[in-house]
């Protein structure tokens, strides 16, 4: 009888004491609740990303301007070269998050590859500061840089973009992997983390965008890179001050083989039947999955041609021999693939307001070259400055919605979260409709201005630029919901062993969306263009109708929402039981 007693009081003993999601310490023991994970090991992952956008962002706000006045590049070169290099920012990620899922983990990923980051921006700083390295035969702010020092500007500029991608797909993941999903008090701070996380990004971005374009447009490149190099040296320290107090989740082999394993398993079957009964379907005995690190799936209904994968046939001996994956498979691997085949949906509804959001550095600078910048009598804020406000909204709304809207939400919808992470999504992708209308009112007034007064040839027109504020502002609320509510649900609705992969697949939307934009530019200004018209983007705006740019993608904007909130309501969240082992 004592015995009896003492058992079950053991087993809820080591429960309290040891996380239940898998996650194991540095030293590969199962990770204790009270000494590792939550905010206390948070607090160097969000210091660490803060530096790291930091340093990021003050080397590529500002970069066409070196390769302008540095490297002697005219300006669609030197803006080619610069969105060729943001485009691989946000490819190298998917190789980053491969290697976490399949086989590093997520930890040593982010210790890996911020060796070559650090190496990379350090390349640039000597790049730009050492004699024989540096720029040379310079004559004012142009330069005539050598084939050599041309080239070691961008093998450290490719070295960095190497860098990040083992940063961006793993670093969100693995703060959320600090809270354990099967304890409900640490879930409920995991929606908050990804909220606090997106407020440490855009302090990095703030400072980068003040303080750091006016040391490499004032003080000199050798500095305006070194400072952003320094800042990527405190963010390696931040994180592995931390090692102690993370939770590791372990890499649960190649994704990319178990769903090309269910495809190929599917397709060898064919012919064959699905069972009515779905308790039919292989899978494995016992609570945990025969993934590492990764829960047990509940089989859904959807997709139903994959479940032949799980169906045994006479040939699938399983008794005494291992299984061979490439011919059956269990329910949690064919869950696998169905999960990643209806994230894509809301992926791509993702590319729109990516392209929405893009415009902050495109459209809305050209908008307000034409507008009057000045800030008082003898300064002159660049155009491209006022992409602070968006910033400065991302930075209020962030602890708004955490603190205030969240719990009152709460009071209405019953949700934990406040809304579900799709409706999160979908205010936002509205809310940048509105952004985009704000911004072709504007220009509606703007051309008005200058039919009334004909300045048509007027370089400047006397309107403040500071007009422009409401539609950055709008974007900022908007990112608040959409990207974070993104963040948010790729981490939670990727398999447990897929979820770097996920994050990575997220992120691309920001390239798709920026390769969209360009693609809506060229066609319109060909369309436009004819039979002699300026078209609607011209060198000279005050001829053209950017008016009519802002409200197609207000209506592309609209339309994107309806076939959001389509999928929306067909999308079902998935149901993850057991235990990762």
Not at 102 to 110: D, E, F, H, K, S
């Amino acid at each position: 009888m004592g015995f009896a007693h003492i058992y079950p009081k053991t087993m809820e003993e080591e429960k309290d004491v040891y996380t239940e999601d898998g996650t194991v310490d540095i030293h590969k023991n199962p990770a204790n609740k009270k000494k590792t994970g939550n905010w206390k090991a948070c607090r160097f992952i969000l210091g660490n990303e803060c530096c790291e956008r930091l340093a990021y962002y003050g080397m590529g706000t500002n970069l066409v301007n070196y390769l302008e006045s540095r490297l002697n590049q005219g300006n669609a070169t030197a803006a080619n070269n610069v969105t060729n290099w943001s485009g691989t920012c946000y490819i190298t990620p998917l190789i980053g998050a491969f290697l976490a899922d399949a086989y590093l983990g997520r930890y040593w990923t982010i210790a890996t590859f911020v060796f070559i980051y650090v190496s990379g921006m350090t390349l640039l700083t000597l790049s730009a500061s050492v004699p024989g390295l540096k720029p040379g035969n310079c004559n004012g702010d142009t330069c005539h840089p050598n084939s050599g020092q041309t080239a070691v500007f961008f093998v450290a500029l490719y070295m960095i973009a190497l860098g990040t991608g083992g940063i961006k797909p793993c670093v969100s993941s693995f703060g959320a992997d600090q809270f354990d999903e099967n304890d409900e008090a640490e879930k409920l701070k995991k929606s908050s983390f990804f909220n606090w996380f997106y407020f440490s990004i855009n302090v990095g971005a703030l400072v980068a965008a003040t303080v750091l374009v006016w040391i490499q447009m004032n003080v000199g490149w050798g500095w305006g890179f070194g400072v952003p190099t320094v800042a990527m040296v405190i963010a390696v320290v931040f994180f592995f001050l931390g090692s102690r107090y993370y939770r590791l989740q372990r890499p649960g082999g190649s994704p990319l083989t178990r769903i090309f394993q269910v495809i190929v398993a599917a397709f060898r079957k064919v012919s064959v039947t699905v069972p009515e009964d779905k308790s039919l379907l292989f899978e494995t005995a016992d609570d945990e999955s025969n993934i590492t690190g990764s829960r047990k799936l509940e089989h859904t209904d959807n997709l139903k041609f994959f479940d032949k994968a799980a169906v045994e046939s006479h040939s699938d001996s399983i008794k005494d021999v291992e299984v061979n994956p490439w011919r059956l498979c269990s329910v949690t691997q064919v869950e696998e693939l169905k999960s990643i085949i209806t994230l894509l949906p809301v992926w791509a509804s993702g590319i729109v307001f990516a392209t929405v959001y893009s415009q902050m550095n495109t459209m809305f600078v050209l908008q307000g070259n034409t507008m009057d910048q000045h800030m008082g009598k003898n300064f002159e804020i660049p155009s491209a400055s006022l992409s602070l406000f968006d910033t400065v909204s991302v930075l209020f709304w962030t602890p708004v919605y955490d603190q205030f809207i969240v719990p009152f939400a709460r009071k209405f919808t019953r949700q934990e979260r406040g809304f579900t992470q799709l409706q999160r999504m979908g205010i936002g992708l509205v809310i940048s409709i509105f952004a985009m209308v704000t911004a072709g009112v504007l220009e509606v007034v703007r051309l008005d201005y200058v039919k009334t007064h004909n300045a048509y040839d007027d370089k400047k027109i006397p309107m403040s630029i500071f007009w422009q504020i409401p539609q950055y502002l709008l974007i900022g609320c908007a990112e608040v919901f959409t990207f974070i509510g993104q963040l948010e649900f790729f981490y939670d609705q990727a398999p447990d062993a897929m979820r770097s992969l996920c994050s990575a697949l997220s992120l691309t939307t920001v390239a798709l969306g920026n390769y969209l934009s360009t693609v809506l530019v060229t066609v319109v200004m060909k369309l436009t263009k004819k039979n002699g018209k300026p078209g609607w983007i011209p060198d000279n705006l005050n001829r053209g109708h950017l008016d009519y740019f802002f409200y197609l993608l207000a209506v592309l904007s609209f339309l994107n929402f309806l076939v959001y909130l389509w999928i929306s309501k067909r999308y079902k969240y998935k149901k993850a039981i057991g235990r990762a082992h």
